[in-house]
């Protein structure tokens, strides 16, 4: 147990500030839970809650990577008041425990959110949502941010349209548990043992959904904007915008498509010195679902992420979504196309069955480039991978997964994950 | 349109169960339920696995359930999703997880049938419930476990 690791809750040199603004914020939704629930309950509401969590071991190795191993301890509660006329307020918490080979545990606060759901709001069909506190933002192309955050949003949902704003604030998640890096800064603060917080970026964002639109298609538009909260004395700054467009839908049958495209604008500051450029990620996916032949899917996706290559600059989101490649991390300079065909074996023997209906099989090879085609060699490798999902009782299941990479004038590079669930 | 979703959800259930017209009526009964009562809970999932026949009583239900682990419960007392949930798995023989295993009764009960999607929505153990939705459960369950588990 490190300084670092348990500084959340005892306190510290560096973060002190830091650690006050948490407290802080922490207590003002913890009030805000109590006032809204008793006042529920006051008002003659209906209090529910439950509770539980979940214990998970991942261990994973490869090639060029040393073993690494991890068991997380995950406990959340929930509790809801229903406010008559079907609204209700819902508190949610998560929060857990790591810990890696070397007996370095990391708490981590997950989730701490208050939910205000209201349908007919504003009519028939129609639904508000806000949340507020620690809560997951996603903006819905996928391709810019997906993170835990602490701030709010607010849902309306009417017939034929979905509109979403809200604003959040990576800052005050530690370190170990953001994977917010965008900037030299960010990179040298990952480094530092001393840093307890996440890279600060203050993110607002607003997007429209329009739903069943003809032919069954949902299209969605939205922007963001990132600010980075670093001083502005000798570390890098970046300061983004995104716009952001996306269309899914079935075509026919039980085939799918979804089709995401994000255009950024990005301004870098070092030392007063401001560069500035766009950036354009994509990504593409057919889905073809074949339930007569064990429950199968195949599918058929590829990514565009821009690296610095004319017109362009390096695409960098606010967090990288994960690419689902086992030997590529980081979404930018990247272009990939992939086959990934998955089935579950047993899933006719027993229709009752958890393990039957659940256990799942998959296979999958990508191509992998960088994304300057003109480049003497553009071409970085093959990945080859399978993967098993096991699940023996709904509470408890394992998985495990392997990817092999060729790649051109390298040896060739393999990675295995295998990981344990049991859920209490 | 309500009264046709309510003609649908009796209809189907009274066929999965395979009750008659006399017996129909107590279904559109329980579907009229605003908080379902354990009596007509225990008739459901008992009747729907086919441990007891369709007239019989509330309270013969009650008995059979309790012979199968069910804890005391009175045939008027308002019951909750997990105990609904409990009283499904007992008749239908449905088994569950690693602690369902270890620690049968409403709560893992619950967790139980809403992996497997048959309870969805809100999934309080704790939570009343419609007589509307237990028969939309039920109605799930019988697609899933058929007529008699």
């Known amino acids: 147990m ?32 109590v006032l809204g629930l008793v006042g529920g309950g006051s008002l003659g509401a209906q209090l529910d809650g439950d509770f539980g969590g979940t214990l998970s071991l991942d261990a994973q190795t490869g090639t060029e990577d040393d073993l690494g191993l991890q068991a997380l301890l995950s406990l959340w509660g929930r509790g809801r008041a229903s406010l008559g006329a079907e609204s209700s307020l819902t508190f949610t918490a998560e929060g ?37 506190g620690r809560i997951q933002v996603r903006e819905p192309s996928g391709l810019v941010f997906n993170h835990r955050a602490d701030g709010a949003t607010v849902d309306v949902s009417l017939p034929g349209v979905s509109v979403r704003v809200g604003g959040a604030f990576t800052g005050l998640l530690l370190q170990d548990g953001s994977s917010v890096v965008m900037s030299s800064a960010d990179i040298a603060a990952l480094d530092d043992e001393d840093e307890l917080w996440g890279a600060p970026r203050l993110v607002a964002l607003s997007d429209i959904t329009l739903p069943d639109l003809a032919g ?28 952001y467009l996306g269309i899914d839908g079935p075509i026919v049958g039980s085939l799918y498509w979804d089709g995401r495209v994000a255009l950024s604008w990005e301004e870098r500051t070092v030392d007063q010195d401001t560069d500035s450029g766009i950036g354009l990620a994509a990504s593409a996916e057919l889905e073809l679902f074949l339930e007569q032949v064990l429950n199968s899917a195949l599918t058929v996706d590829g990514y565009f992420g821009s690296g610095d290559v004319d017109p362009f600059v390096g695409f960098t989101p606010v967090n990288p979504r994960s690419t689902g490649l086992l030997t590529v991390q980081r979404p930018e300079d990247l272009v990939f196309g ?38 003497d060699e553009p071409f970085q490798g093959i990945e080859l991978g399978a993967r098993t999902g096991l699940r023996l009782t709904s509470d408890f299941g394992a998985a495990a997964r392997i990817g092999v990479r060729t790649r051109p004038e390298q040896d060739t590079q393999v990675r295995g994950q295998v990981q344990g669930t049991l859920s209490f | 349109m309500r ?84 009283m499904l798995m007992l008749a239908h023989e449905i088994s569950g997880g690693v602690w369902y295993f270890l620690f ?17 929505g809100e999934r309080y153990p704790g939570q009343q419930l419609s007589g509307e939705r237990a028969l939309r459960i039920v109605g799930r369950l019988l697609s899933i476990f058929g007529e008699e588990a």
Do not use: W
């Open chain 1, 96 to 132: 857990g425990v790591g810990v890696d080979q070397e007996l370095e545990a990391t708490p981590d606060l997950d989730i701490l959110a208050l939910q205000f759901l209201v349908p007919g709001a504003f009519g028939a069909r129609s639904v508000l949502e806000a949340e507020a």
């Open chain 2, 104 to 120: 049968p009764g409403p709560r893992y009960a619950t967790r139980e049938l809403a992996y497997r999607e048959i309870v969805q």
């Open chain 1, 2 to 33: 490190t300084q670092r690791s348990f500084g959340l809750l005892f306190s510290i040199e560096n973060g002190a500030g830091s650690g006050r603004r948490c407290r802080r914020l922490v207590s003002v939704v913890a009030l805000a839970v």
């Open chain 1, 216 to 243: 069954g298609q949902s299209v969605l538009l939205g922007g963001l904007f990132q600010l980075d909260m670093r001083d502005n004395d000798d570390t890098e700054r970046v300061d983004t915008r995104y716009g």
């Open chain 2, 3 to 86: 009264v046709r979703i309510t003609m649908v959800v009796v209809l189907c259930t009274s066929l999965a169960i395979g009750v008659g017209a006399q017996s129909a009526e107590r279904i559109e009964t329980v579907y009229e339920q605003e908080e379902l009562r354990a009596g007509s809970a225990a008739y459901l999932a008992a009747a729907s696995a086919g441990l007891v026949s369709p007239d019989a009583d509330e309270s013969e239900a009650l008995r059979t359930l309790a012979e199968r682990g069910l804890k005391e419960l009175d045939e008027a007392e308002v019951t909750s999703l997990g105990e609904f949930s409990h």
């Open chain 1, 338 to 375: 992939r086959v990934n065909y998955r089935f579950r074996p047993f899933s006719p023997l027993s229709q009752e069955s958890v393990f039957a209906q659940n256990t799942e099989l998959g296979v999958y090879g990508a191509g992998i480039f960088g994304s300057d085609f003109a480049a």
